[in-house]
C-alpha cells in the first residue's frame, strides 16, 4: 500500500529532471536539483519505514542539509561574491 | 487508535502526492525563472514536508517495538524541521542573485527590484 504512494513522486523527480536537464539558465538547473532532493528525502524515509532500513533516514538527513548548503554557494556564486561576505 | 494514525497518514500522503505532481508540473511549464520558483515552494513545502509529517505518523502505527517506531517518527519530523527551515532561505537567496545575475524576466508585468537599483 505504502508503495503505491512512492510513484507519483517518482514521476515528479522524473519531470524536474527534464528542466535541470532542459533549464535554460542556471538558477533554473539548480532549482530543480533542490526541488528533487527535498522529493527524494521525502521518498527515502518512506522506503525506511516500508522495508526498515534506519540507514536511510541519517542519508535524508544529510541529503537535506547538504541541498542547502548547495544552494547557498551557488547564489553566491552567481551574485558574484566570495563566501566571507 | 493505529487505523485511525494510518487513515490520515494516507490522506496526507495523497495530498502530498498531488503537490508533488503539479508543483513539478508548474516547474515544467511555466514560462520563466520567478515564476517556476513558485511551483518550486508548492513542490516542496506540499509535497516533501507533508508527506514527511504523514510517515511520522504512519510510522506509529506500524507493527514494531516501541523505540523503534519512536526512531522512525522522528527522524522524520527532522527532516521536515530542516527542509521546512531552510528551503525558504535557499529560494530567496537564489532569486535574488538570479536577479542580480541578469536571469531575464519575459513577460514582465512590474520589476521594483529593477527600479530600486536604477
Redesign the interface.
Known amino acids: 500500500m505504502l508503495l503505491y504512494f512512492a510513484i507519483p513522486f517518482v514521476a515528479a523527480i522524473l519531470i524536474l529532471m527534464y528542466r535541470a536537464v532542459a533549464g535554460p539558465t542556471i538558477p533554473d538547473r539548480v532549482l530543480a536539483i533542490d526541488t528533487s532532493t527535498s522529493l527524494l528525502c521525502a521518498v527515502m524515509v518512506l522506503f525506511a519505514i516500508m522495508y526498515g532500513v534506519y540507514l536511510l533516514l541519517v542519508v535524508a538527513i544529510a541529503l537535506a542539509l547538504l541541498s542547502y548548503i548547495g544552494t547557498l554557494v551557488l547564489a553566491k556564486y552567481l551574485e558574484g561574491r566570495s563566501m566571507g561576505e | 487508535m493505529n487505523g485511525i494514525a494510518a487513515i490520515l497518514a494516507?490522506a496526507l500522503?495523497?495530498v502530498?502526492?498531488?503537490c508533488?505532481?503539479v508543483?513539478?508540473?508548474g516547474?515544467?511549464r511555466f514560462p520563466n525563472?520567478f515564476v517556476?520558483?513558485h511551483a518550486?515552494t508548492v513542490?516542496?513545502i506540499g509535497?516533501?514536508v507533508l508527506?514527511?509529517v504523514a510517515?511520522a505518523i504512519?510510522?506509529l502505527s506500524?507493527p514494531?517495538e516501541w523505540d523503534i517506531r519512536a526512531?522512525?517518527s522522528s527522524?522524520?519530523l527532522?527532516?521536515a524541521a530542516?527542509?521546512v527551515l531552510?528551503?525558504p532561505?535557499?529560494?530567496h537567496?537564489?532569486a535574488?542573485?538570479?536577479h542580480?545575475?541578469g536571469?531575464p524576466v519575459e513577460p514582465k508585468v512590474c520589476d521594483k527590484l529593477e527600479e530600486a537599483a536604477r
Open positions: 494516507y500522503l495523497a502530498g502526492c498531488f508533488a505532481l508543483g513539478a508540473l516547474l515544467a525563472y517556476r520558483l518550486a513542490a516542496v509535497g516533501s508527506p514527511l510517515l504512519y510510522s506500524i514494531a526512531l522512525y527522524n522524520a527532522v527532516i530542516i527542509i531552510t528551503s532561505v535557499g529560494t537567496a537564489m535574488k542573485a538570479a542580480k545575475a536571469v
